[in-house]
């Protein structure tokens, strides 16, 4: 996955063949919880997010890169999603179009993460006027926070 990530380094040379490879590698990680690729799985985050933006990548895809953080990269990754977060949220405040699904994955990510920095961006999100699915997910994620 790491040579993948930064062999790949804009949207025109992204194909099909290197998205199948870095999408198997995920899924080992993840599901060997292989903490140790953490920075390479940040790394891919950050690509992907890049990739979203570029229209490159469907909101699914992501959503699911999103999510593979609460077992690849538990604590790491905690800033890089409350980063994600506080973004979005700035869009919102300025009515800009989210992908309510990959708001979703950040929120319920950060809240199986369960770790206290995210509050505040949490709490954010309680008070602008996302969809009632988004706000009970960020209640959800504030209540399950760790605050030892």
């Known amino acids: 996955m790491s040579e993948t990530i930064l062999l790949v380094d804009s949207a025109s040379k992204f194909t ?18 292989w903490t140790r690729a953490s920075s390479i ?60 699904s990959v708001v979703k994955a950040v929120i319920n990510t950060l809240g199986a993460i369960g770790n206290k920095t995210a509050f505040d961006y949490l709490l954010a999100v309680t008070y602008l006027s996302y969809p009632d699915e988004v706000l009970s997910a960020a209640r959800e994620a504030l209540a399950g926070l760790r605050w030892q």
């Open 41 to 100: 799985a940040i790394d891919y985050l950050r690509f992907c997010k890049k990739m979203f933006d570029n229209g490159v990548i469907k909101e699914e895809y992501f959503s699911r890169v999103i999510s593979s953080m609460a077992e690849i990269s538990p604590i790491e990754s905690v800033n890089t999603l409350c980063a994600l977060l506080e973004e979005f949220n700035n869009k919102k405040e300025k009515d800009e179009k989210l992908s309510i």
């Open 16 to 33: 099909n063949e290197v998205d199948n490879l870095q999408s198997q590698c995920l899924s080992i990680l993840e599901e060997n919880k």
